[in-house]
Nanobody
Framework: QVQLVESGGGSVQAGGSLRLSCAAS????????MGWFRQAPGKEREGIAT???????RSAASVKGRFTISRDTAKNTLILQMISLRPEDTVMYYC??????????????????WGQGTQVTASS
């Protein structure tokens, strides 16, 4: 079982930056595919970035060039560096972990473990 805890959300002006972290409880984290997702009220969860066990990454078109996913294996931590934030980025952000290789997929149903979420607000 993996427990995930997100942190780093907050409120910034549009154009600002935030760095989200996701701390994993299990040191087997390095064997999981990890990803960042976001979800607006009443909408489906959207995959925005994923990273596999050999640090290959994939980002959704909506955040490419602005958000960067990385992982600190020594600290069991997943990172999402966000720059040039826009008002439409204002939603809850979640990290997810998969028991098996996700093949750089961004579909939430391929992930087995979730954090509680952290709110990001970018105001114009």
């Amino acid at each position: 079982q993996v427990q995930l805890v997100e942190s780093g959300g907050g409120s910034v002006q549009a154009g600002g930056s935030l760095r989200l972290s996701c701390a994993a409880s299990s040191n087997s984290y390095r064997y999981y595919c990890m990803g960042w997702f976001r979800q607006a009220p009443g909408k489906e969860r959207e995959g925005i970035a994923t990273i596999n066990v050999i640090a290959m990454t994939r980002s959704a078109a909506s955040v490419k060039g602005r958000f960067t996913i990385s992982r600190d294996t020594a600290k069991n931590t997943l990172i999402l560096q966000m720059i040039s934030l826009r008002p439409e980025d204002t939603v809850m952000y979640y990290c997810g972990a998969a028991r098996a290789d996700c093949y750089l997929g961004l579909r939430p149903e391929n992930y087995n473990y979730w954090g509680q979420g952290t709110q990001v607000t970018a105001s114009s």
